[in-house]
């Protein structure tokens, strides 16, 4: 299981940093990302409450900073360089913020959480970044998730991103479609039509209303195999047309819905009160924007409504 703000990119987000590592880890990355290094020792009691809270407000803003690590018994080489430099580090728990490669923010000792959360925000803006941006990471990293059909770590990820902005539609849109993959299609509707006014009418929820029709259709379509008999047999039965490019669908060929949809379209446009053009639309509203089927199907519909 992944939580929000966990997983695997967090070894490049938090690392303890060396004496002979700090140029590359801290300095250098600095120039792309914002970097809060933490001086401490093992035997610094401020400095076991500090790290963890600060470890926190670090995955909060998901990656829009990075978080170096640095024992001073082990440094000690780097903090006389750095006292050399005009940053002395007199005493510990200390953090020093790197932006653009120079420190520019730092504190000592214990804080309370909220101002370590307002440090943070402060380096991020400082950056020219948004503490809350990193959503949209969160987000990407969970569509990743469901593409490799980790479907429940994709939906307890969404819904994390939900507690923190319960208005965004991509992780909305998200939830539910980890549910139409888990095969939770009442679940998912329940979540559709909870969605928020504000965003309602977005492409995130549209995409979903449309993929959950689609599943709906999925669990009610025929044989393949069958249907391409019939059709084969008989290329004006509109209704076995109809339902073979459904059963397409949700066998995952989508280019070969499309096309039955097409040719059921030039064949008769106005069957059925309009079908084949309205399945095309559930379709092209359910795939990505980018995807290719949808482009050519959307061109091809298009060239044959205004010939």
């Not at 819904?159 to 909305?172: R, S, V, W």
């Not at 066998?251 to 097409?262: E, I, P, T």
Request: glycine share 8%; aromatic share 4%; with cysteine.
């Amino acid at each position: 299981m992944i939580e929000l703000g966990q997983g695997p990119a967090d070894t490049d987000l938090i690392k303890d940093v060396s004496e002979q590592g700090f140029m590359a880890d801290v300095v250098e990355a600095s120039m792309q990302t914002p970097v809060i290094v933490d001086f401490w020792a093992p035997w610094c009691g401020p400095c076991k409450t500090l790290g963890p809270q600060l470890e926190a407000a670090v995955k909060e803003v998901r990656g829009a900073v990075k978080m170096a690590k640095v024992n001073v018994d082990e440094a000690q080489g780097l903090v006389q360089a750095l006292a050399q430099q005009g940053l002395p580090i007199q005493s510990i728990p200390t953090v020093v913020a790197f932006v653009q490669g120079r420190p520019i923010d730092m504190f000592q000792g214990a804080q309370p959480a909220s101002e370590i959360k307002a440090f943070v925000d402060r380096v991020v803006k400082a950056a020219g970044g948004d503490a809350s941006g990193g959503l949209d990471d969160a987000v990407a990293a969970a569509e990743e998730m469901l593409e490799t059909g980790a479907a429940v770590d994709a939906a307890q990820t969404f819904a994390a991103i939900l507690q923190e902005d319960p208005n965004h539609a991509g992780a909305y849109g998200g939830l539910v479609r980890a549910h139409i993959a888990m095969g939770e299609l009442e679940q998912a509707e329940a979540i559709l039509n909870g969605a928020p006014a504000e965003i309602s009418g977005s492409a995130e929820i549209e995409a979903a209303h449309a993929q959950l029709e689609l599943a709906k259709q999925a669990a009610n379509s025929g044989p393949v195999a069958e249907l391409e008999a019939e059709v084969e047999a008989n290329p004006d039965n509109h209704q076995a047309r109809f339902d073979l490019a459904q059963a397409l669908y949700a066998a995952g060929n989508g280019q070969a819905a499309v096309d039955h949809l097409l040719e059921l379209f030039r064949r008769d446009r106005e069957w059925n009160d309009g079908a084949a053009k309205a399945q095309l639309m559930t379709v092209f509203d359910a795939l990505k924007p980018n995807d290719p089927v949808a482009l050519n199907g959307r061109r091809k519909l298009s060239s044959m409504i205004f010939a």
